[in-house]
């Protein structure tokens, strides 16, 4: 008994060491973002208008209605909305999920085995923590992982006591669960169905009965989730499963295949934290060592798998038939998911990692479900050395938490949002869900600004309300202003086929009554009365491609550095150098010579594309006739500014000046800007 006692220490260190790093992570690694506000903004709509707003609400598929909505709801209600208490239910959901994992493997095994399982994914490395994996992210398929763990639990102990209230509690748990995430049924409810179907042939008694409606039950809850709850709850989803054709591809294999090192690294001294499959870095060998270090991640992995399946054919290391039953369960999660992943193209980019996190969870309860004392010693020692190397890679990927939280931005978009509404004294907005972080403005205004989500979509060439939106909240009163906000981040550079969103935002609504633009926020300022979106908002309609063809409202013409015009280069020599892409300040100063091309009026309008040269983002002051016009904080992608600068009549051309904030003349690369192209108005507005 003593010598338990002490076997059991370390996994308990390890295990109040991974709660502490997950409640510091959280904070460092995670911001309230749309995907986060949307939760308090809409619970709070649903108490307000009650069933109705229910029913006619756009939920995606995975609607979290059962499996976050209702437990979210019931603590907003006792505890409040606060940023902080947002942040910190993604940190308790992985706790509690490792906990059940651990209980699990505790119920089937032994209490040092159980402790380890908890040990083992509470030391999840900073990347799957974070944008890698998501497990400590309020809203992601890790609360689905807490609600199926907790089923499987459930289950087992059906099987075990033979006891119908947990069979019954159980199901309820899988169907409620799937019907809020479907994800659920290729991860839990499928392996269950057949896992059950071969015990059925491997068990007797009244025990082969209780698989047996397990078989059938698994069954039901497919039916349960796919015609949503028996066509009690008919939710408004607007958007289709993507895991609905087969779509091979080597692609799909390469970055399925890598993404397992977001959650297994068992290199400790390469950091992933930073590494997203795009090379981040200025060298290209340091990409090449990641590309190289994940496919060592991926046959450790692929060899701990074959050991896994290995193990099931020896059936004597499994005495008790209900610990081969959740084995195999485990096994055929990770196989599904996987192979549904590569074979219908479920993760084909490095970033949706977090789509298979129950790889993550159900290796290592298959781990930890091992009989070691029976195990072959020399597998054994060879996963005492692959346990010390993933726990000293995923301690030293966390060292993060020794030195405080980290700054996720120095720009914050959504103070810019809520300043420029109280200064122009206008309620509404609408913008990107992403780039704006809609729901958040809302939220973190308490609710004193309402700013909804609006998405562009190339089939319908405009803006249209995204998923977790209502209907109602796309009326302006004719007697108020409104805004339509751009940013210069995410997808809101991007509206093909126009040449900038900007284009495109005045292709559908029209002229402002005016534009403003501070930092890297853009204001298109319309009367409530020219709201007329040119679509209706009922979803049934949506099927039906907008009617706008490509008619700018304003007619722009493009300049680059290299081109000239009449002789006059659009660059000045001053404070530039010629480079590979645009051009690239050398100095504190930089210079710019428009042309003016309508002089008829008295301003001339232009968008500006511009870049830091260096990979972090650099503060730089506009200058016009010795005064400071505008002031930017250019990130380190091409990003669109917007430029009004008065003229005098029948004014030939104009100058302006940036001037790099924190300039230094001696580093490498120069810490200035990249100038791509300037867009100056031609004729219109």
């Avoid at 986060?36 to 209605?65: C, Q």
Wanted: proline share 5%; aromatic share 18%.
């Amino acid at each position: 008994m003593e010598k338990v006692k002490k076997s059991s220490i370390l996994p308990i260190i390890l295990i109040i060491y991974g709660v502490f790093v997950a409640y510091r992570e959280v904070f460092s690694l995670w911001k309230v973002d749309s995907d986060i506000a949307v939760f308090p903004v809409m619970i709070r709509y649903f108490l307000t208008e009650g069933w109705s707003a229910l029913k006619t609400f756009h939920f995606p598929i995975d609607n979290w209605f059962f499996s976050i909505i209702i437990p979210y709801g019931i603590v907003f209600h006792f505890f409040g909305e606060q940023s902080t208490l947002l942040l910190v239910l993604g940190a308790v959901v992985f706790c509690l999920t490792a906990f059940f994992a651990g209980l699990l493997v505790f119920k089937l095994s032994s209490l040092n085995q159980g402790l380890w399982c908890g040990a083992l994914i509470l030391a999840a490395p900073q990347i799957a923590l974070g944008r890698g994996g998501f497990l400590l992210y309020s809203v992601a398929h890790n609360a689905s992982m807490l609600w199926g763990l907790f089923g499987v639990l459930l289950c087992l102990l059906s099987i075990r006591k033979q006891n119908i209230f947990f069979l019954i509690l159980s199901g309820v748990v899988f169907s409620l669960s799937s019907f809020s995430d479907p994800w659920m049924l290729p991860v839990f409810v499928l392996p269950i169905i057949i896992s059950s179907f071969i015990m059925f042939f491997l068990e007797s008694g009244r025990k082969r009965l209780f698989y047996t409606v397990w078989f059938f039950i698994g069954l039901f809850v497919i039916i349960f989730s796919e015609t949503h709850c028996l066509g009690l709850f008919p939710i408004s989803a607007i958007y289709k499963k993507g895991f609905t054709s087969v779509n091979l591809s080597w692609k799909s294999i390469i970055f399925t295949s890598a993404s397992v090192s977001y959650y297994f690294n068992f290199i400790p001294l390469l950091n992933f934290n930073n590494f997203y499959g795009v090379l981040l870095s200025e060298e290209k060998r340091n990409a090449l060592l990641y590309y190289i270090a994940m496919v060592v991640n991926f046959l450790i992995f692929f060899f701990i798998i074959y050991t896994l399946i290995k193990s099931i054919k020896r059936k004597y290391l499994f005495p008790e038939r209900e610990n081969l039953f959740t084995f195999m369960l485990f096994i055929l999660s990770i196989l599904g998911i996987f192979s549904a992943s590569v074979v219908f193209k479920g993760v084909n980019n490095i970033r949706l990692a977090r789509y298979i996190v129950n790889i993550y969870y159900a290796l290592i309860i298959c781990v930890c479900l091992l009989p070691w004392k029976s195990m072959d010693p020399s597998i054994r020692k060879k996963f005492y050395a692959l346990g010390f190397l993933f726990l000293s890679a995923s301690i030293l990927s966390n060292k993060s938490v020794w030195k405080g939280p980290a700054l996720l931005s120095s720009f914050d978009v959504e103070n810019e949002v809520i300043s420029f509404l109280n200064n122009e004294q206008i309620q509404y907005a609408y913008g990107d869900y992403w780039g704006l972080e809609a729901h958040t403005i809302t939220w973190k205004s308490h609710y004193e600004k309402v700013v909804r989500p609006l998405l562009y979509t190339m089939d319908y060439h405009g803006f249209l309300p995204t998923i977790w939106t209502s209907p109602n909240w796309y009326h302006v009163p004719s007697s108020q202003k409104w805004v339509f906000v751009l940013t210069n981040l995410g997808d809101d550079r991007v509206c093909p086929p126009y040449p900038s969103c900007r284009e495109a935002v005045l292709n559908q609504f029209g002229s402002p009554l005016y534009i403003k633009q501070k930092h890297q926020v853009t204001f298109f300022v319309y009367a409530g009365n020219k709201m007329n979106l040119p679509y209706d908002i009922n979803v049934e309609n949506w099927k039906k491609p907008l009617s706008i063809s490509y008619d700018s409202v304003l007619s722009w013409k493009d300049f680059y550095p290299e081109i000239e015009l009449n002789g006059n280069n659009l660059i000045s020599v001053d404070g530039w150098e010629w480079a590979k892409h645009g051009v690239v300040t050398t100095e504190e100063y930089a210079t710019v010579h428009v042309p003016v091309l309508d002089r008829s009026s008295t301003l001339v309008r232009m968008w500006v594309h511009l870049s830091s040269n260096k990979m972090d983002q650099l503060p730089v002051d506009v200058l016009y006739r010795g005064k400071v016009v505008a002031q930017w904080v250019v990130p380190s992608h091409e990003s669109i500014y917007y430029l009004e600068l008065p003229i005098e009549p029948g004014q030939n051309s104009l100058d302006y000046q940036f001037h790099i904030l924190n300039y230094k003349a001696k580093q490498k690369p120069v810490n200035g800007i990249r100038m791509y192209r300037v867009k100056v108005l031609d004729h219109g507005g």
